[in-house]
């Protein structure tokens, strides 16, 4: 009798784990495959028709794509692909492996990915290669039809540039490997002290006050030192001091001084003041949006730059990020600045907060877009990064205290709880912390030509809604 019970039992505790292990691979195969805010099987739409692109239409031979109708020198190069997932693909990302036989790089999509996709090749069509050789996991090719874009950008280290980064850590999320490529011809300009957002550091302050204003001073000092890694000057670099979250706020009522949310201040010089690099008095700086106009014209005159680098308002989420371009299109227009090119990127995609997708070190590729969120363009820039420039840019992100574990990482339990995290976010692929997002083999911009940015109807698709 004591050994049928002890074999029921037995039996019993192997049903319950099994039951427990199904239920977590359901669980994990739903959070990977269905955890999108849109149709991942749904092809991209992407609209290419100006002057400046390349389009060939070119045949996949047994996963190799003959390049040698592209005899100019590119820059930007995609390969628009129909693909098509399989079993594998359901519950992880696909992977798509592209060769020259010397580099090689490696590009993801979402779970279940299905219709038209872009293919990062930039480096690969720079080094001049004649033909890609492609290795599909998790996906295959619908057909054999594809198309080669191609793009012949500006060089940006011949050229004047301009980075406007809305935050303390976006031009280094965005454009690190672009600064640090060009630090003498390069100015960064970081509108918002940053000192908003979670009290990070509330076991070290039990007052709210002075945690946001030592917040505020940490992440103004890492603006303004943290691009010495990248052989930037402290001279070629300001933060303006407006508050975080206070530009829409600005924008709306221009007689509106904006306001510290924690600080309960409107004195942008409680932050100002740590530069090195100082704007003339006359330009009498407050908190208010023709005061941020008014900078921005300045660096515009004083910096003439022809490359400027800033976010794309229509395609970022973040109030700040949009209204930071928003303040430059206006000091453009009134300066009739058009001799200059903008470079906009995302930090902050609104369909998702997961793309770019795939691994650290991969390509960053095209965003979603679909017809009711189509991406405006006129030419496309992705700027590579070589092992040595991806490790330095590791080291930048580290630098910056908000994009670190905040100090309770000192307490085990809080050490636990960030553990775990991270193991499930990795589990279920949601990772969506900056390192996984930004510190890639190139970094990716749309480009426009200032003389678009001026026209009332290209800056409307620029913007978006506000």
């Known amino acids: 009798m004591s050994k049928k019970v002890s074999s029921c039992f037995r039996i019993a505790i192997s049903l319950a784990v099994l039951s427990v292990l199904l239920f977590f691979g359901v669980r994990i195969v739903k959070m990977r495959a269905f955890s999108y805010p849109y149709n991942p099987q749904s092809g991209y739409q992407y609209t290419f028709n100006n002057e400046s692109v390349r389009i060939l239409e070119l045949r996949l031979t047994g996963n190799r ?14 390969v628009e692909m129909a693909i ?3 079993l594998k693909g359901f519950a992880s990302e696909p992977e798509i492996k592209m060769t020259d036989g010397t580099d090689t790089l490696f590009q993801n999509f979402e779970c279940r990915t299905q219709g038209i996709r872009y ?17 599909f996991t998790g996906c295959k090719p619908k057909n054999a039809t594809v198309k080669l874009i191609a793009y012949k950008n500006s060089i940006p280290e011949h050229e004047k540039t301009l980075i406007l980064s809305p935050h303390p850590d976006d031009a280094e999320i965005a454009a690190y490997g672009l600064y640090a490529s060009n630090p003498k011809n390069t100015f960064i300009a970081t509108i918002t002290a940053g000192e908003a957002g979670s009290m990070r550091y509330n076991e070290l302050y039990s007052d709210s006050t002075a945690h946001y204003l030592k917040k505020g001073q940490l992440r103004v000092w890492n603006s303004i030192t943290v691009p010495m890694i990248g052989g930037i000057a402290p001279k070629n670099c300001i933060n303006l001091g407006y508050f ?9 009522d221009t007689l509106a001084h904006g306001f510290s949310k924690y600080l309960k201040t409107d004195n942008i010089n409680l932050f100002r003041s740590s530069n090195c690099h100082h704007l003339p008095d006359s330009l009498k700086p407050e908190s208010t949006w023709r005061s941020l106009v008014n900078d921005l014209k300045y660096l515009l005159l004083k910096e003439k730059p022809t490359i400027i680098v800033t976010t794309y308002p229509a395609h970022d989420w973040h109030k700040d990020h949009k209204f930071t371009t928003v303040a430059l ?40 877009s679909f017809e009711n969120h ?3 363009l006129e030419a496309l820039a992705s700027y590579p990064l070589t092992a040595q420039l991806q490790a330095e840019k590791t080291l930048a992100l580290d630098a910056m205290n908000d994009l670190r574990p905040d100090t309770q990482y000192r307490n085990t339990k809080a050490s636990w709880l960030q553990f775990k995290q991270n193991f499930f976010d990795k589990l279920y692929l949601k990772e969506s912390d900056y390192f996984r997002r930004s510190i890639r083999s190139n970094e990716l911009f749309f480009v426009i030509d200032g003389k678009s940015v001026l026209q009332p109807e290209i800056q409307t698709k620029i913007i978006g809604e506000l």
């Open 119 to 135: 293919l990062n090749v930039s480096q690969l069509v720079q080094n001049g290669a004649k033909e890609i050789r492609f290795r």
């Open 84 to 86: 098509q997932y399989n």
């Open 65 to 78: 794509l003959d390049l040698s109708q592209l005899t100019d020198s590119y820059q930007t190069a995609f």
């Open 244 to 252: 975080d979250a206070s530009l829409a706020k600005m924008y709306r």
């Open 374 to 376: 189509q991406v405006y």
């Open 329 to 368: 299109l206006q000091a453009m227009k009134e300066l009739s600045y058009n001799q200059c090119q903008l470079w906009l990127y995302t930090n902050h995609l609104p369909l998702t907060k997961m793309y770019p997708y795939g691994k650290i070190g991969s390509q960053i590729s095209l965003p979603p």
